[in-house]
Each structure stands twice: as C-alpha cells, then as structure tokens.
C-alpha cells in the first residue's frame, strides 16, 4: 500500500471532463477544559467541587475533574497527517434530495380559539382567555342538552367534549346516533430540517497495472476515512469523529450542481468483478464498483441556500455528454 495523499481514476484523460473531488477536512476538536464546560461547572456549583473534595479553583481538584493533557493514541501512519483527496470521474444520475419535515397537531376547540384569537392580532392576554373560555362545554348548550335532549348541534357537541374524557363508549354512542364528531381542527406544524445524505457509485475497469493499485489505494482510502479512531485504554472507551469530506463536482473546471456542506462517510460498498470472475495477470481485479453513501454535518437553512447563490455556485444548463 502506497502512502499517497491524493488519488486520481481514471489516470489517463479520457475525454471526458466531469470530475468530482473528495478532500478530508480535518477537525480541530477542543479538549473539556477548553470548552464551556468548565465554565459551567464553576457557575453551577459557586466554586465548589461538586465531587466534594474541594474547591474547584484547588489545582489538584482541577486536575481529577479536568484532566492535565489529551487523550494519549497510538501513532497512525504518516499519510494522515495532512488532508487527503480522491478524483473521481463525474457519475451520472446524480440525486440531490432536500427536504423539511411536517407533522400533524389537533387543535381541538381549545387551540382553534386561540389560533382564532392569534390570527385577529389580540393581545397575549386576550389570545389566553379565547383558550380558557373553551376549556368547558357551554353552559347553555350543557342546559339544553339536560332540558330538551340532544336536538341542536350545540348540545350534541356539549355532550360529545363531556363523555370524551369520561367514557369513550358513550361518546361512541353519541357520535354514531346524532352523527355528529368533534372536530379536531388538525394542522400541519413545522416539526424540523431533514438532514441530506447522497450516495455516489463508480465502476472503476483498470487498463494498466498503474491503475489496477491506484483503484486499490482509492478503496483503502475510503475505508479508512469512514472509522473512526479508539481511545488507547484497554477497553477502548471512547471514538474520535473522523474526518469530514468536502465534495466538489466540476465540469471543465466549472462547479456543476448544488452545493453540499462537509460531510460524514457513512457507508462504502465495493464488489469485485460484479460481471464476471476474471482477473489480470498480477491477480487484480477485472473491474471493481464502488458506492459511497455521505451525510451531511448538518441541516440546511433558507440562508444556506441563499448564500450558495450568491457564491456564484454556477449550474450550466449543459453539462456535457459521454459520462462513464
């Protein structure tokens, strides 16, 4: 295995001028001490140690809470150093999915007449008391249904929101004989952001031994970019993030389609020979395919996608044909 930092297929141009990038993007992660932690153990507990041993200004107390260096790790080959990328040719079929996530909320009578009090621009005060007063049946409608039987809408409605919370066979009962249900005033509310995940797959068919090792080095590369580190105990306690990626796409040296934040790998699938089991003759495989599945860091935000416009993030309505 080579110690290369950077990793091209196909090595020879082709012609084609679609061409992605994969860079790893290294994390400058803040040991506990360095973040606002310590400050809000301090502010929580005035200064006391809240183990009991002490003041947490006592050096020796800082030192069993906080530790006095790093995590201490084995050494990783050299090739982790400094930042690592792949290019790739540009794939086609390429799937950009965004989306928001909606989830449904009933109002009731309780909520619709304070959506109703929202709406007219009543007062805080007001918008409460809309909420309150719809808390209980109408007294009248609650009368009538006494006085002459379930025969308006009101008081059927009366005795619906009584027996809800009551007994549900009555309800039942109500709602099958008047025909009549409460409503639920059901709503759509804003519930968050979904986060991206985009999935890339390759058929690398070496022509040259060259690269028939260079499609092996991008494979391992991948792969060891997906883990991530383990603490250097004996019970490997704790897991170290691994590297981002931040994935380019260009066609001719222009950046083609949306952009995308960096990115965790969290999948790589890789079948050899997926046509056939034929091999070259220093035992390589005859063609390899690779998918990788990426997620984004994050959700997305109206301001995120305003500002890659405004990048200059350009989308060429042509992007060229003879894609791999």
Same mark, same amino acid.
């Given at each position: $295995?080579?110690?290369?930092?950077?990793?091209?297929?196909? #090595?020879?141009?082709?012609?084609?001028?679609?061409?992605?990038?994969?860079?790893?993007?290294?994390?400058?992660?803040?040991?506990?001490?360095?973040?606002?932690?310590?400050?809000?153990? !301090?502010?929580?507990?005035?200064?006391?140690?809240?183990?009991?041993?002490?003041?947490?200004?006592?050096?020796?107390?800082?030192?069993?809470?906080?530790?006095?260096?790093?995590?201490?790790?084995?050494?990783?080959?050299?090739?982790?150093?400094?930042?690592?990328? /792949?290019?790739?040719?540009?794939?086609?079929?390429?799937?950009?999915? &965004?989306?928001? !996530?909606? *989830?449904?909320?009933?109002?009731?009578?309780?909520?619709?007449? /304070?959506?109703?009090?929202?709406?007219?621009?009543?007062?805080?005060?007001?918008? #409460?008391? /809309?909420?309150?007063?719809?808390?209980?049946?109408?007294?009248?409608?609650?009368?009538?249904a006494f006085n002459f039987g379930l025969r308006s809408e009101a008081a059927q409605v009366a005795a619906l929101r009584l027996t809800s919370k009551l007994s549900p066979e009555?309800?039942?009962?109500?709602?099958?004989?008047?025909?009549?249900? #409460?409503?639920?005033?059901?709503?759509?509310?804003?519930?968050?952001?979904?986060?991206?995940?985009?999935?890339?797959?390759?058929?690398?068919?070496?022509?040259?031994?060259?690269?028939?090792?260079?499609?092996?080095?991008?494979?391992?590369?991948?792969?060891?970019?997906?883990?991530?580190?383990?603490?250097?105990?004996?019970l490997n306690a704790a897991l170290r993030f691994p590297n981002k990626f931040k994935i380019k796409m260009f066609y001719d040296s222009k950046k083609v389609a949306t952009k995308i934040l960096p990115?965790?790998?969290?999948?790589?699938?890789?079948?050899?020979?997926?046509?056939? $089991?034929?091999?070259?003759?220093?035992?390589?495989?005859?063609?390899? &395919?690779?998918?990788?599945?990426?997620? !984004?860091?994050?959700?997305?935000?109206?301001?995120?996608?305003?500002? !890659?416009?405004?990048? &200059?993030?350009? #989308?060429?309505?042509?992007?060229? *044909?003879?894609?791999?």
């Amino acid at each position: $295995m080579t110690l290369n930092r950077n990793f091209k297929f196909p #090595l020879e141009d082709d012609g084609y001028k679609g061409r992605i990038t994969f860079e790893t993007v290294q994390e400058n992660y803040k040991t506990l001490p360095e973040t606002v932690f310590n400050g809000l153990i !301090e502010s929580r507990t005035g200064g006391v140690d809240p183990v009991g041993t002490g003041s947490t200004d006592d050096p020796t107390v800082k030192k069993s809470l906080y530790g006095t260096q790093k995590t201490q790790r084995g050494p990783l080959p050299p090739r982790f150093d400094k930042r690592r990328k /792949a290019t790739l040719y540009l794939p086609g079929a390429l799937q950009f999915q &965004d989306n928001v !996530e909606y *989830t449904n909320v009933d109002l009731g009578i309780i909520g619709q007449g /304070a959506f109703n009090a929202i709406q007219a621009g009543q007062s805080g005060r007001s918008v #409460l008391g /809309a909420a309150t007063s719809n808390l209980l049946p109408d007294f009248t409608s609650i009368q009538e249904a006494f006085n002459f039987g379930l025969r308006s809408e009101a008081a059927q409605v009366a005795a619906l929101r009584l027996t809800s919370k009551l007994s549900p066979e009555v309800q039942g009962a109500i709602e099958t004989g008047t025909g009549i249900a #409460l409503n639920p005033n059901r709503r759509s509310t804003l519930r968050g952001i979904g986060v991206r995940q985009f999935r890339f797959t390759f058929k690398m068919i070496p022509t040259s031994p060259e690269e028939a090792r260079e499609i092996k080095d991008i494979v391992q590369f991948f792969r060891e970019e997906m883990y991530p580190d383990t603490s250097n105990d004996a019970l490997n306690a704790a897991l170290r993030f691994p590297n981002k990626f931040k994935i380019k796409m260009f066609y001719d040296s222009k950046k083609v389609a949306t952009k995308i934040l960096p990115s965790f790998l969290a999948n790589v699938d890789v079948v050899y020979n997926s046509t056939g $089991m034929s091999f070259h003759k220093d035992g390589s495989f005859q063609e390899t &395919d690779l998918s990788l599945s990426f997620i !984004e860091e994050r959700a997305l935000t109206k301001r995120d996608i305003i500002n !890659e416009v405004e990048s &200059d993030y350009v #989308l060429p309505s042509v992007i060229g *044909t003879g894609a791999r």
